[in-house]
T-cell receptor
Framework: GAVVSQHPSRVICKSGTSVKIECRSL??????MFWYRQFPKQSLMLMAT?????????EQGVEKDKFLINHASLTLSTLTVTSAHPEDSSFYIC?????????????FGPGTRLLVL | GNSVTQMEGPVTLSEEAFLTINCTYT??????LFWYVQYPGEGLQLLLK?????DKGSNKGFEATYRKETTSFHLEKGSVQVSDSAVYFC?????????????FGTGTRLQVTL
């Protein structure tokens, strides 16, 4: 199946700094990318959906100025956690979907674990 | 709104044991139901799905039946292997196609030992 990579896989940063997470579709063009977050013992929650070349659509309760999403090309989306705080420590997962559409064509990255000290 | 509840793990089984991971859901409309599996260091992969009541999804020896009356989609396997050790996520969507969004459960970690 298609491969989606994330970088870095793990990051530790100081409170107040910004962290960028990259999500790449390696062998297909991803017209839509999704960013999820999972806190310990909680559900994997959708944060935002982005389509290539347009602004991301954020889910209710997700601060768009804090979680900046850029989907500038068909193979790359980035999530920047700005001015990170300890409560932002979480597991972030991206997924990518090709132009043909449905859930069967949605592929997930392995996730990025963020720890903010 | 939509929600998915999974049994809390970890689930630890010996090889060849019978596996059940419970999943129940709340949804508006008629959801499609999914099980995803995440092996260590990899992304979530679609394991099986069912799109309407009484459908049975199956793959790699795993099965799950869409039970509308109990709003459940329990994952079962008759004889687990060490290679089945992974995290399993139950999920649903109430729309399909390019607009579809998934609602996930918490995931259940399965550890299979020799």
């Amino acid at each position: 199946g298609a491969v989606v990579s994330q970088h870095p896989s793990r990051v530790i940063c100081k409170s107040g700094t910004s962290v960028k997470i990259e999500c790449r579709s390696l062998d297909f063009q991803a017209t839509t990318m999704f960013w999820y977050r999972q806190f310990p013992k909680q559900s994997l929650m959708l944060m935002a959906t982005s389509n290539e070349g347009s602004k991301a659509t954020y889910e209710q309760g997700v601060e768009k100025d804090k979680f900046l999403i850029n989907h500038a090309s068909l193979t790359l989306s980035t999530l920047t956690v700005t001015s990170a705080h300890p409560e932002d420590s979480s597991f972030y997962i991206c997924s990518a979907r090709g132009a043909s559409g449905g859930l069967e064509t949605q592929y997930f990255g392995p996730g990025t674990r963020l720890l903010v000290l | 709104g939509n929600s998915v509840t999974q049994m809390e793990g970890p689930v630890t089984l010996s090889e060849e044991a019978f596996l059940t991971i419970n999943c129940t859901y709340t949804a508006t409309g008629y959801p499609s139901l999914f099980w995803y599996v995440q092996y260590p260091g990899e992304g979530l992969q679609l394991l099986l799905k069912a799109t309407k009541a009484d459908d049975k999804g199956s793959n790699k020896g795993f099965e799950a039946t869409y039970r509308k009356e109990t709003t459940s989609f329990h994952l079962e396997k008759g004889s687990v292997q060490v290679s089945d050790s992974a995290v399993y996520f139950c999920a649903l969507t109430t729309n399909t196609g390019t607009a579809s969004k998934l609602t996930f459960g918490t995931g259940t970690r399965l550890q299979v030992t020799l």
